[in-house]
Each structure stands twice: as C-alpha cells, then as structure tokens.
C-alpha cells in the first residue's frame, strides 16, 4: 500500500515584524514527492512549493503544508503559526533563543476577585511556558496567561514564569500578588489584648497503661489555635516537675485582656470535686500531690486578671475516695470570665479510639471539628457535646459536662488588639518565642570529598524537634553517599513503638520537607546541656572506589522548650512524702504502647482506674473502689 509519511512537522515560531522565518516538512512516500504550502485562508502560497518556505511577515500568519505522490496519495502537515510580537528590544544578532517581552506586573486584589498575569517571548521555534508560586510549579499552567479566580490568601505570593525552546531557558520578572485589606467593618466590641494556650498530652506512662491519641490531638489542636492567633506551647510526656514548671511559665504569659486556654489529654481522676491530672512518672500508687489540680491551675490564672480563661480536659473523671488533705485551693472571684470544657461527666470515663490507622479522643475530635467557629466559647463547647453524643462508640457512656461563669459572648476568633500594651505584648513575645525558636537551617561542608550537606529544623511539638538533612551538591570525587544523623546526648524518641511511629511518620510529610535523612528528637525539655547533632557521611570515592566515612558536628545550643529548663530540681516537702492517702489506678481495658493495640473504631478509656491497698481490699462491700468496665463483655 503506498502512502505519504510526514517524519518532520514545521515548528511554530514567535518573532518580531520582517523577521525572515523558514519552515521546513520532511517526508518519505512513493517516488517523487510534491509540495504546496497554502495560508490561513487555505490559499496556496506562490512559489510555495519545497519543502521549505521562507516567509518575512508584518502580522501574524498560519500555514500549512500538503504533501503528495504521483499516485494522488497525501497527508498535510499541522498547522503551523507564525506569530508576530512588535515590541522593541531584539538585538539583529537574535539567533531564536527566548526572549522576553512582556513580564508578569504586581497586583493587589481583593479576596475572591480574579486576577490574570501575562508572560510573552519572541523565540524560534515558539517557546513554552510553565508557572510558579513561591518557587513551586503550577500544575497544568503552561499559556502565555495565567489566570486566578477566588483569590485568598492562598493564592498570594511571588510568581514567575520559565519561558524555554530547544535552545536556551529564560525566567521572566516576579510578580508580588498582595491582598487588599478587607473593606472595614464595625470593630467588635469584644477582643483580646493577646491569646496564648498551653497544650500537653501524656502518653507513655512509667508505671499506668500507655496511650495512643494525645500525640495528634495535641498537635492538630495546636495548629487549629495557632490559626486563630493564639500563642502556642505543645508538649508531650511530662513528668510533674515539668507538668508544674510549664504551667508556672504559662501563668507569666498571662495578663489582663489575655486570652487563655489549658488543655491537656492523658490519664486523670476526680476526687472529692476536684480534678486530677496524672504524670507521666506518678508511682502506683499514687497519690494526689504526685498529680496536678485542676482548679489550683484555673486559680492562679485567675489571680492573672486574664480576660478569658478556658481549661479543656480530655481525660476520665473517675470518683476515688481517699483519706488524707485535700489540694488547698482557695474559692475563686466571681470575674465572670472562666470556662471548663470536660470531656466526660462526674464518675465517667473518657474513650480514645484508633481508626483508620489514626489515633484520636472522642472528645477532641469533635473539638477540632468546631473550633474554629466564631461563636462563643459554650457555644462552640455545646456544639461538641452535640456531636459526641451522636457517636454510637460511646452513646450511653461518655457526655461531655461544660461550666462556665462568663457574662460575654467571648470567643476564641476574637481579634487581637494590642495597642495600649505594648510592654506587656513584648514581654509576653520573648517569653513564648524562648519555647518556640527553631534553630536556623545550616550548611555543613565535608571538604575532604566536596559535599555539602544542608541542616533544616522542624517543630511538631515544642519539646519535639526533627532534624532534616539534604546533599545539596553532587562531588566528582564522592558517590553512591548516605547519611546518617545522631544527637549528642542521645534524646529518647517517644513514637518509636508500633503503631506510633507511622503516625509521626505522617506528620514529617505533611511538613512539605523531603530529606535524604531525618532525625527525631523527643523530650528536649530534659536537655541539661546544649544539643550536638553529628551528621555522618559514608561514600565510596570514584577513584580508589573505598567506601569512606566524614563526620561532622553542630551545637545547636538548647532549642524550642529546652531553653526554658522545665527540668531544673526543686526543693521537696519531705511533710507530703509522709502522708498516706494513695490511689493505685490500672486499667484493664487500656493498650499500652508495647501492647497490642485496639482493633479499628474500637474505644479506649484514659481513666485511672482505683485499686486500694490490700488493707482496704478485705474491707466490706461497702468499700470505695469503683466497679470495673470490662469492654471485653
């Protein structure tokens, strides 16, 4: 069967006016080929009969070429457009390379508005373009016109276009895209002169059943309150001293007009009334000056004069009557300004759940789910309490209990205003900036092989840093290199059990950071001393083809929560040592980190649960130990 073969198509071209462009089709049939080349108006070109034409245009052309044999066998080319741009600037030396001629400008728009940036270049062949944001690709974003519709605060940023033919790439001018501040509204009434909340997760206990859920609860719920403008201070596994020092450098971030939270996930109890939060190295038993109260934390912020004050409990709230002094806690004043979130009811339990592969509390999950709302604070709580109840996981078993003495319709997305506390906002800046300051992303030279290895720093919690290290420059002398990262002193990593690690696993992708090694340092607020981080090098040399090892070192000094000495030892009252009342709590149904863990959906208690000392034990019925929940059932 005989027929004609295009091999070769013509090339578009962008080009200024009387510029001489050639376009050339190559094909292959039977015999003889011939050629006609015709223009946009499908009119056969004179002279247009070669392979090749020559044309010098004043406007912008389309051409065409058909191809056919002696035996009326043809195919035509695709169409090809000779564009014309009349912008000054070309050099008569011009051999086809990109050349820019229309750069992206510099808008400011109004949220939701749609905004288009151009990007035009003269090159032979014509050349194609690609977009970005930040630095990052647009996908799909490949014309001469870039167009955003809805624009937001997602869409603003630094833009450029690569503009790039078979000969040369070229980068076109940036284009800022700045949001217009909103058309101004009635000032509320209501505001914060600050926002400021401390979040801590107990999980791996010394001596009590270890927990899943608090490592993403806390986090997730960090980064919510952060997007409302609240200073945050995360931490996971406290011991006491460190659950008190942290809480006594929440208290000075606390001021009048302050907005403030306290949350915390683990295990807890109630007693007589007051509630009790358990450390990570409370003994069994224990005994309530071995935990943290409650309503002796929400006192002293009290005593702050802070404007809003929100405690946020995840945590059981089993009854456990036990002789000995209670927690001394003065009464309150009626400020009107206080808000306890519980996530359960007086003598219940509060369930975590593992689903999906996710760890989460009941109660916090329907937290984030609302947080945000701009409505009142009980309002927001209620809307929780709505939800929970709905769960068939613990319908009948979990309901979630809200106090409050507010006489404001004060929420957590209230503005911040800080004129006329200026002194308090600095103080108040360094203070939370000594818990949260990363340290700066570092290069390292390994000059032995000429590689350099780049140090970038993350923060999942404030006492949980990841350290990322990435091989910027490839050697002639070094291949085949990997790296490994070490902490000087070795910092326990607390999410290396089953199930735990995928979860923080999850977290580093999301960070946006791909690394060729990452390194976990958990609990840096028992650094006694700065952090070393050794970066290890191994690769084979491309001559001698030994494998070959470079060290070095960084003193990265105390960062994020370290800098704050949670850990430093205080004076002990001997008097507590020698009171009686203790609480021994173990459950039965809890799944410790080192244990197997609970099937998918099913839920999990964070109570602490009461087993009295044998003395108590032969007692009568009558006695005050709880009756167990066995889930198995």
């Not at 519709?149 to 078979?166: M, P």
């Not at 009790?276 to 943290?292: G, K, Q």
Request: contains cysteine; glycine residues 6%; proline residues 6%.
């Amino acid at each position: 069967m005989r027929t004609v073969i295009i091999l070769q198509q013509p090339m578009s071209v962008c080009v200024p006016p009387n510029h001489e462009v050639t376009l050339r089709v190559q094909a292959i049939g039977t015999g003889a080929l011939n050629y006609q080349w015709f223009d946009k108006q499908q009119t056969e070109v004179a002279g247009g009969t070669e392979p090749v034409l020559t044309v010098s245009l004043q406007i912008s052309g389309k051409y065409i070429c058909r191809v056919s044999d002696l035996y009326c066998n043809y195919q035509f080319t695709e169409w090809v457009k000779v564009r014309i741009l009349d912008e000054p600037g070309v050099s008569h030396t011009w051999k086809g390379e990109p050349h820019i001629v229309i750069h992206p400008i510099s808008q400011t728009v109004k949220p939701g508005e749609t905004f288009t940036l151009k990007c035009k270049a003269l090159g032979k062949p014509a050349p194609a373009y690609k977009w970005y944001r930040n630095g990052r690709i647009l996908p799909k974003q490949t014309t001469e016109t870039l167009r955003i519709e809805n624009a937001s605060v997602d869409t603003v940023g630094s833009y450029l276009c690569a503009v790039s033919n078979i000969l040369e790439e070229r980068w076109s001018e940036a284009a800022e895209i700045e949001m217009a501040p909103p058309d101004p509204k009635p000032e509320p009434t209501l505001m914060a002169t600050d926002k400021v909340a401390l979040l801590i997760g107990n999980l791996n206990y010394n001596n009590h059943p270890g927990l899943m859920a608090p490592t993403m609860d806390v986090h997730e719920l960090a980064n919510l309150l952060q997007q409302l403008g609240f200073r945050v201070v995360s931490l996971l596994d406290l011991t006491l001293q460190e659950m008190q020092t942290a809480i006594d450098k929440f208290l000075q971030l606390l001021d009048r007009g302050v907005y403030a939270v306290f949350y915390y996930a683990g295990h807890g109890y109630e007693h007589s009334g007051r509630n009790y939060l358990v450390a990570i190295d409370a003994p069994r038993p224990y005994r309530t000056e071995n935990c943290v109260c409650v309503q002796k934390v929400m006192h002293n912020m009290q005593n702050k004069k802070a404007q809003l004050n929100i405690i946020l409990l995840d945590t059981c709230r089993k009854w456990y009557k036990q002789k000995g002094p209670l927690s001394d806690i003065k009464p309150s004043a009626p400020l009107g300004n206080t808000v306890y979130g519980y996530a359960t009811s007086e003598d219940a339990e509060a369930f975590e759940v593992q689903d999906g592969g996710k760890s989460s509390g009941i109660f916090t999950k329907y937290l984030n789910k609302h947080v945000l709302k701009p409505e009142r604070v009980t309002h927001v709580l209620e809307q929780v309490s709505v939800d929970l109840g709905k769960d068939p996981l613990v319908r009948g078993r979990q309901v979630v209990e809200i106090r409050h003495t507010l006489t404001e319709p004060r929420a957590l997305t209230d503005p911040v205003r800080t004129s006329g506390h200026t002194m308090e906002l600095c103080r108040r800046d360094a203070c939370w900036k000594q818990a949260n300051v990363l340290p700066c992303r570092r290069s390292l030279d390994f000059q032995y092989c000429g590689v350099k290895v780049e140090l970038s720093f993350s923060a999942l919690f404030s006492n949980v840093l990841v350290v990322f290290a990435s091989l910027k420059n490839s050697s002639t002398m070094a291949q085949d290199c990997s790296l490994i990262l070490e902490s000087e002193p070795q910092m326990q990593d607390i999410f290396s059990g089953s199930g735990r690690s995928e979860e923080m696993d999850s977290l580093l992708v999301n960070s946006g950071e791909t690394p060729d090694c990452t390194l976990r340092l958990c609990c840096l607020q028992r650094l006694q001393g700065p952090l070393v981080i050794k970066v290890t090098l191994h690769y084979t040399h491309t001559q001698t083809k030994e494998r070959l090892t470079e060290s070095r070192e960084l003193d990265i000094g105390r960062p994020l929560i370290a800098s704050c000495k949670l850990n430093q030892m205080k004076p002990v009252d001997r008097r507590q040592e020698s009171r009686v009342h203790t609480v021994d709590h173990m459950s039965n149904i809890r799944y410790s980190h080192h244990q197997n863990h609970p099937r998918p959906g099913r839920p999990c208690t964070r109570k602490a649960e009461n087993r009295l000392q044998s003395s108590a034990k032969s007692s009568s019925m009558s006695s005050n130990e709880p009756e167990e929940n066995d889930e198995n059932e």
